[in-house]
């Protein structure tokens, strides 16, 4: 039994089967929509996916044709581990339901941050999780000339530049000093507020929100310490946290982080009962602790041991190495293992390199300016982490030090690699081999 049908949950669902053909599956999910990729939403609302439908990776009756029981609009309110059932809400009907499995997967994902300021009935206010959200979000949009995003994470500036895409003035705000928070150090964000700032966001740092103004039941600005800005529709988009509420009910154990504490094989604290994906912590490689990072791919990854390990088979979570990437306008934006903030606060003996190049060699036409700071541990030589922001696909490079990170690799490990090279796709030597030598 599953709870979830996104990305954890799909991927479980599918595996469980391939695993044990016979194996009896069944999805629960609260919503009317299954496997799609959350990660598309900002750019349906900016106009370069087609549609919602766009997003879909399986539908429910392609998940049925597979053997797998898809029960939509059922919300899983309750279990009771020792008799292995669970209680399941019928949203048709409003029955509610009691229902056995002899394994159980919790992938209930996250919800977004409402803070207090945003607990409001005043149409126009969005938060941006899940399709029907965005479709909320599709339907203010029309005649709408002004928006407010509240956050500038990578959800945050994501949805600025789509917003900007729909020809609306947009102003991104964010507590903060800087914009995408814990994702880069401080110059590397500046890189990226002045992208937004270039293509007409108004980004305004070290600013919190007080409240939201209306008139007739609709949005018209948001209030904050420095003033009034008046805006058609806001995004809030300031955080998530980890939907624990069903594992904490069953004795389920918490991490530190606030997700869910698992083993490798996926499994929780209780026997029978698994949990992968957003509401689910996992170790970092770089730091050998555990963390709360939900993306997508460790979702997915989580999802696939979960239904292996569930159906009989034995599969293990190799970890993290915190790496991720956004789009802002023309550029891109890049991170992996460690930044230079992160090593300090940990108390490591961290150095860094940085790295300013074009994407590929200079006499080629189009090059485009890159910057790589390269993060590396005094003393042992080994590679703690990269920061890349260039334009568009460059900074995908991120990947080669996220493959090393994951083999513990130095960075004379990073100089020695044998990358490609002609001149429309890079310099001879890489900018990342740039960075390695100058850091070894
Ligand atoms: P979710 O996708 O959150 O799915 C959990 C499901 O569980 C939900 O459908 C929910 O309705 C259901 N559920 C919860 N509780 C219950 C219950 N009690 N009973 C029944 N059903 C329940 N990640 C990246 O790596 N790269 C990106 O570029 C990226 N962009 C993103 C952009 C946006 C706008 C958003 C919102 C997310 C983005 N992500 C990105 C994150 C990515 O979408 C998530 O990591 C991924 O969706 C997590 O999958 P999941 O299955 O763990 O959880």
Redesign the pocket.
Known sequence: MI???????MTAASRARRQDPDAQVVV????E?ISY???G??YVLGGAVKDFDALVARTPAQMRARGVGIRLG????GIDATAATVTVHERASGRTLTEPYDRLLL????AALRPDWAQSDLSGVHL???IPDGQAIEATLKGARRACVVGAG??GI?MAEALRARGLSVVLMEKAPEVAGRMLDPDYQRLVRAELERRGVDVRCNTDVVRLTGRDGRVTGVQTEHGLVRADVVIVAVGVRP?TE?AGGAGVRLGKSGAVAVNARQETSVPGIFS????TECIHRVTRRKVHI????S?NRM?RIAGVNMAGGDARFPGVVGT?I?KVFELGAARTGLTQTDADSLGLDAVSVDVKSTDHAGYYRGAQPIHVRLTGERGSGRLLGAQLVGCGDSVKRVDVVAALLHRRASVLDLFEADLAYAPPFSGVWDVLLVAADRLS
């Open positions: 709870v979830g049908g996104v990305a954890a949950g629960f999910e609260r919503g929509w990729g959350a990660c939403l900002p059922h919300e899983v309110t992938a209930t994902g996250v941006l999780r899940e990578y959800i994501e939907r069903l992968a994906g957003d509401n939900p993306l997508a791919l979702a999802g991720g956004f």
